[in-house]
């Protein structure tokens, strides 16, 4: 079969996005690990499906894989870039969407000049919610990650991240979570790791290492939970500014019972097609 496919990038997070609406196509975890890899396949963070809603509310349902196959709940950048991709394929002419994702319904705004607004809905510190193994509490949770203890808020916005707060951003913090943090056992279904650098009240530095990719460019829910767990912590005002390695995102929290708003870029980098 030969597949049509876009492929975008919120601040260098990259997707390859197809559109499911126009022709029913389904992916197995094999077809997506070729796809993903960057000399084999096309090479993509996340593979974004497109596909008419279930829900007669909603404008669309869209689905999220990683390039490892697994498909997960949310993505933050996927959300702008899908926004992006069903106005320019003029699937729809709305400006606000509502999409169902694995995560529940979420509501998309594009702004004039492209920059979408994303409601990602209302983040949970309960460690249950992740699932990470442990009693909730207010306080910081230790870990221990090979012989070295780091000191973590777990936040799920949908999708399960730790946040851990550093002094100095270096790469070999990141580099070395893979399967200490990543794979702990304490999170069974894994998690996304993320490390932030508070500058200020309201701008932090952030890089994440992404459950079932490895580090990327950005990452949308993560910089949500990273501004989230600074603001629950103290550290952080409810409106942050993260600057990620592929650029800067603006996140808003007014606290608890409120959604966050999550506000970037979307790009389009080319069209292609290729046998499934
Ligand atoms: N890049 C994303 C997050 C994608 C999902 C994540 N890797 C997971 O497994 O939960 C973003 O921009 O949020």
Redesign the pocket.
């Known amino acids: 079969m030969l597949l049509k496919f876009t492929k975008m990038h919120?601040l260098g997070?990259d997707f390859v996005v197809v559109d499911a609406v126009s022709r029913k196509v389904f992916f197995n975890k094999q077809q997506i690990e070729k796809l993903s890899d960057r000399n084999w396949g096309i090479g993509f963070?996340?593979l974004l499906v497109v596909e008419p809603p279930t829900n007669p509310d909603m404008d669309f349902r869209y689905r999220?894989y990683?390039s490892d196959g697994?498909e997960?709940?949310?993505?933050?950048?996927?959300?702008r870039c899908f926004a992006k991709f069903v106005l320019d394929r003029e699937l729809t002419n709305k400006r606000i969407i509502n999409v169902e994702t694995k995560r529940g319904a979420i509501q998309l705004r594009v702004l004039d000049g492209g920059l979408v607004t994303v409601d990602m809905g209302e983040p949970s510190f309960d460690p249950n919610d992740l699932p990470f193994t442990a009693e909730p509490s207010d306080a910081l949770y230790s870990i221990m990650a090979g012989d070295v203890e780091y000191f973590m808020t777990p936040v799920s916005v949908g999708?399960?991240?730790a946040v851990i707060k550093v002094d100095q951003l270096t790469d070999d913090e990141v580099a070395t979570v893979e399967t200490l943090i990543e794979c702990h056992e304490r999170f069974p279904r894994?998690v996304?790791v993320g490390f932030m650098q508070v500058i200020s009240p309201d701008e932090i530095k952030l890089r994440?290492y992404?459950?079932?990719?490895g580090e990327?460019q950005?990452?949308?829910?993560?910089?949500?939970a990273a501004v989230v767990a600074g603001i629950k912590q103290g550290w952080l005002s409810p409106k942050v500014t993260a600057h990620l390695r592929g650029g800067d995102l603006h996140i808003e929290w007014q606290g608890e019972g409120s959604p966050i708003l999550m506000t970037g870029p979307a790009e389009k980098v080319f069209e292609g097609q290729i046998y499934l």
């Open positions: 919120g997070n963070d996340q999220i990683n697994s997960v709940e949310h993505c933050g950048n996927g959300a999708n399960p991240h894994k996304n994440v992404e459950r079932g990719v990327t950005a990452c949308g829910t993560g910089a949500c």
